[in-house]
């Protein structure tokens, strides 16, 4: 396994190449580009911009690994316009074409969002729906949208999620899964067994789930995730690609966070 950072973590006027320069500074294996509306890394990149990014990783000595996007959010596969859905799949055709240029096999896919107005089952239903239509074009790229667990009341069990992944019984259509994200409502060592091989990316956060809201994620081994547990279960799968720290700078030191984070999945990797 591999130590990884998500651009996330840098201030978003700081240009893609630099994030990769400092990520390789500190000591990083692999970065995680994410791509938006208002990243440095646009949704709209060329295949330009995305070779100077990959010839920026070569000088750096990383890899690129992942690509993430929050978009999922502002236009969820799950919403019952069908106008939304038709964004979702816009969006979700650039990124896997981003991801495609950078030579990147996973994309992370925030599949959408239960709320009092769209119920479960309508949720379910659409997002089903809107992967199957992207799956040709995943298929073609030789991507593989990976669904991760996000706190938008949706796939809230192991074998919910194991299901949702067979169906579309394609490589193209995995799991990113999140560790500090299950500890409200599960335990990642069992996510992690259940899933199995479906997983193809791991955010490494932590929790202290006494908190129990957005102010309860704290720094890799200063919550309640039993990492050495969780190490065992991912070695168990076979699991070999990045732990990819997903936090965003302290308010006076970019650098100290990136130090924290380092330090702690090297700790976390000798487990």
């Known amino acids: ?7 996330w973590a840098f201030p978003v006027d700081m240009p893609t190449e630099e994030a990769i320069h400092r990520a390789g500074e500190i000591g990083f294996q692999s970065l995680e580009l994410c791509v938006g509306e208002n990243e440095t890394l646009h949704l709209d990149a060329t295949e330009k911009d995305v070779g100077n990014a990959l010839r920026a990783a070569e000088k750096a000595k990383l890899q690129l690994l992942s690509l993430a996007t929050g978009l999922g959010w502002k236009y969820p596969m799950t919403a019952p316009d069908p106008k939304v859905r038709a964004q979702a799949k816009e969006f979700m055709g650039k990124t896997m074409r981003i991801a495609h240029w950078a030579g990147i096999d996973s994309v992370l896919v925030v599949p959408g969002i239960v709320t ?4 479960y089952d309508e949720a379910l239903e659409n997002a089903i729906a809107t992967l199957r239509e992207l799956l040709p074009l995943a298929e073609e790229l030789q991507v593989c949208m990976a669904v991760e667990n996000v706190w938008n009341k949706f796939l809230l069990s192991p074998t919910e999620m194991r299901d949702f992944v067979d169906q579309f019984d394609s490589p193209s259509v995995g799991a990113f899964f999140d560790i500090g994200n299950i500890l409200p409502y599960g335990y990642p060592e069992q996510w992690i067994s259940i899933l199995g091989a479906r997983i193809k990316k791991i955010h490494a956060k932590d929790f202290r789930v006494n908190v129990g809201n957005l102010d309860g994620f704290v720094m890799l081994m200063e919550g309640d995730v039993n990492w050495p547990a969780v190490m065992r279960a991912l070695r168990d799968i076979g699991y ?3 732990l990819t720290a997903e936090y965003w700078k302290y308010p006076h030191s970019l650098d100290a966070m990136l130090r924290h984070c380092k330090a702690s999945l090297d700790t976390i990797l000798s487990l």
């Open 1 to 7: 396994m591999k130590s990884g950072i998500s651009q």
């Open 240 to 242: 070999d690609g990045p």
């Open 116 to 119: 009092p107005e769209v119920r």
